[in-house]
């Protein structure tokens, strides 16, 4: 793909049965925190539901009364941002006064529908587009060369899509639609469906606000142990980083999904959502000496955290062996342990949604007291530490103690969970930098609070509070660009 001579560091290479991927070619490698490449987004909308609060530009805040006065669907942070869109916007604004027309006959999502209008419109005027010698731009040629699995969406899904597409190229006039048919639309919403990125705000407190598509990062390919991380770097670009040193000849991967979950469940997401059977080396290390094994593991009430079960995920019928005693227990039962325990987190889940967190607070003790270490349960099992069912819920319980103010505990808490995921998840990753910043947080209101009298010890905690912002500033400076919010947010506590 031509787009890749935009990224000097980077090469495209085929393989017969991966597909495409992009390796590095620096011949002397590159180290962590390294930006393999900024890409500024071809297209991108705003969320719906935060239509009137996000920049449609730079997902900034808006300034309400910067909005765009005929369709009401954009709004802006300043005059320099509207004029930067004005050119396709001009295009699209028509089109989306009725947009909640179409989305009702067609059936078809509204964000996607807008998104594609979106792209559209982005083609027509690309002779428009800024360029900049450090960041890749794409074109709308280069979206066309991504990958999809549109006949894998379903006749339900292709059928509405169709049908708004036939609205869109209806409405928009024919400088816009341009050779272009209802199936190639079809076809761009399959690239979005497979392609797309939930890019988070510019803000304080970054949340998921835009759905933006990138053709260059869209040949990063997963791996459920990436090497790289992607992040919003502002005006609607993302930056791709080196997380740890990567050399000449190696893949860059990045992670589409949560990987700190069992093989099975990722396995799963994937292939229902992007539609591809993961062969990383993460899911083909044989499990019993796998990180899996610990995320995911059951261990031995007489042996402990060292008598783990190890048994295969395809077959069904040999029994799981402790590795200490060499103890049987069925592949079901290890199963039935691990569903009561993710059914009892599901449920303290619920409860903390519904803002009752003394009633989470309840249900998380009850399963640390049947499923953790030291817990009794008739199975004479219990869950490794490390499992990922267990430091969700050290993570929430954190949270529901610091809200009803136990919050030495919630310190406690905040501690063991960066002990229980440091064996399974890498340090530079955004969950191990979220998790030093929330010790950070509650060592300071417990400081606050005054909740340790002794002069000396205050004095620690100060250190330990420093501390622990100071790697949450290595952990994200190496994952996000400078500038990030989350980088700004830390590099504030630890001054």
């Given at each position: 793909?031509?787009?890749?001579?935009?990224?000097?560091?980077?090469?495209?290479?085929?393989?017969?049965?991966?597909?495409?991927?992009?390796?590095?070619?620096?011949?002397?490698?590159?180290?962590?925190?390294?930006?393999?490449?900024?890409?500024?987004?071809?297209?991108?909308?705003?969320?719906?539901?935060?239509?009137?609060?996000?920049?449609?530009?730079?997902?900034?805040?808006?300034?309400?009364?910067?909005?765009?006065?005929?369709?009401?669907?954009?709004?802006?942070?300043?005059?320099?941002?509207?004029?930067?869109?004005?050119?396709?916007?001009?295009?699209?604004?028509?089109?989306?006064?009725?947009?909640?027309?179409?989305?009702?006959?067609?059936?078809?999502?509204?964000?996607?529908?807008?998104?594609?209008?979106?792209?559209?419109?982005?083609?027509?005027?690309?002779?428009?587009?800024?360029?900049?010698?450090?960041?890749?731009?794409?074109?709308?040629?280069?979206?066309?060369?991504?990958?999809?699995?549109?006949?894998?969406?379903?006749?339900?899904?292709?059928?509405?899509?169709?049908?708004?597409?036939?609205?869109?190229?209806?409405?928009?006039?024919?400088?816009v639609t341009a050779s272009l048919t209802v199936h190639d639309v079809v076809e761009l919403a399959g690239r979005v469906n497979e392609n797309s990125y939930s890019v988070d705000s510019w803000t304080g407190q970054p949340m998921v606000t835009a759905v933006c598509?990138?053709?260059?990062?869209?040949?990063?390919?997963?791996?459920?142990?990436?090497?790289?991380?992607?992040?919003?770097?502002?005006?609607?670009?993302?930056?791709?980083?080196?997380?740890?040193?990567?050399?000449?000849?190696?893949?860059?991967?990045?992670?589409?999904?949560?990987?700190?979950?069992?093989?099975?469940?990722?396995?799963?997401?994937?292939?229902?959502?992007?539609?591809?059977?993961?062969?990383?080396?993460?899911?083909?290390?044989?499990?019993?000496?796998?990180?899996?094994?610990?995320?995911?593991?059951?261990?031995?009430?007489?042996?402990?955290?060292?008598?783990?079960?190890?048994?295969?995920?395809?077959?069904?019928?040999?029994?799981?062996?402790?590795?200490?005693?060499?103890?049987?227990?069925?592949?079901?039962?290890?199963?039935?342990?691990?569903?009561?325990?993710?059914?009892?987190?599901?449920?303290?889940?619920?409860?903390?949604?519904?803002?009752?967190?003394?009633?989470?607070?309840?249900?998380?003790?009850?399963?640390?007291?049947?499923?953790?270490?030291?817990?009794?349960?008739?199975?004479?099992?219990?869950?490794?530490?490390?499992?990922?069912?267990?430091?969700?819920?050290?993570?929430?319980?954190?949270?529901?103690?610091?809200?009803?103010?136990?919050?030495?505990?919630?310190?406690?808490?905040?501690?063991?969970?960066?002990?229980?995921?440091?064996?399974?998840?890498?340090?530079?990753?955004?969950?191990?930098?979220?998790?030093?910043?929330?010790?950070?947080?509650?060592?300071?209101?417990?400081?606050?609070?005054?909740?340790?009298?002794?002069d000396v010890e205050v004095a620690a905690k100060r250190a330990e509070a420093d501390a622990a912002f100071a790697t949450c500033v290595d952990i994200r400076t190496i994952c996000f660009v400078e500038e990030h919010p989350l980088v700004v947010e830390a590099r504030?506590?630890?001054?």
């Open positions: 793909m031509s787009i890749v001579r935009s990224a000097p560091s980077l090469r495209l290479v085929t393989d017969a049965t991966k597909g495409r991927s992009l390796v590095i070619a620096s011949p002397d490698g590159v180290p962590a925190g390294a930006v393999l490449f900024s890409e500024k987004a071809y297209a991108g909308i705003v969320l719906s539901e935060f239509k009137g609060t996000i920049c449609n530009v730079c997902y900034k805040a808006a300034d309400p009364d910067i909005c765009c006065d005929d369709c009401s669907e954009v709004t802006y942070c300043s005059d320099e941002c509207q004029s930067l869109l004005q050119h396709v916007h001009d295009l699209e604004c028509p089109v989306l006064e009725d947009i909640d027309v179409m989305v009702k006959k067609s059936g078809t999502d509204r964000d996607l529908l807008r998104l594609l209008l979106r792209m559209l419109c982005t083609r027509a005027s690309e002779a428009g587009a800024t360029t900049s010698s450090h960041v890749v731009v794409s074109t709308f040629d280069h979206v066309r060369e991504m990958v999809h699995a549109t006949h894998l969406l379903g006749d339900a899904w292709n059928a509405s899509v169709a049908s708004g597409a036939a609205m869109l190229l209806t409405a928009l006039p024919s400088s598509m990138f053709p260059l990062a869209g040949l990063v390919n997963h791996a459920c142990d990436p090497n790289c991380t992607w992040s919003n770097a502002g005006d609607s670009t993302i930056a791709v980083k080196a997380t740890r040193f990567i050399p000449c000849g190696e893949e860059i991967t990045l992670t589409y999904i949560d990987t700190n979950r069992s093989r099975d469940v990722r396995q799963r997401d994937l292939a229902a959502t992007k539609h591809f059977d993961c062969r990383c080396a993460r899911c083909t290390e044989p499990l019993a000496t796998s990180v899996d094994l610990r995320v995911d593991g059951v261990c031995c009430a007489s042996c402990g955290v060292d008598g783990l079960f190890v048994g295969s995920l395809d077959d069904q019928t040999t029994p799981w062996a402790c590795k200490g005693c060499s103890r049987p227990v069925s592949a079901d039962a290890i199963e039935q342990f691990k569903v009561e325990a993710a059914s009892l987190l599901a449920r303290a889940d619920a409860a903390y949604a519904k803002r009752q967190y003394k009633e989470t607070t309840d249900l998380l003790d009850d399963l640390r007291d049947h499923y953790d270490v030291h817990s009794t349960n008739a199975s004479d099992l219990f869950l490794h530490p490390s499992h990922y069912i267990l430091t969700k819920a050290l993570r929430v319980l954190a949270d529901c103690n610091t809200k009803i103010g136990n919050i030495e505990t919630a310190y406690a808490n905040r501690k063991e969970v960066i002990a229980r995921l440091t064996a399974v998840v890498p340090r530079y990753s955004f969950l191990m930098g979220n998790c030093y910043f929330d010790l950070g947080d509650i060592l300071t209101i417990c400081l606050k609070h005054d909740v340790w009298k002794d504030k506590r630890l001054a």
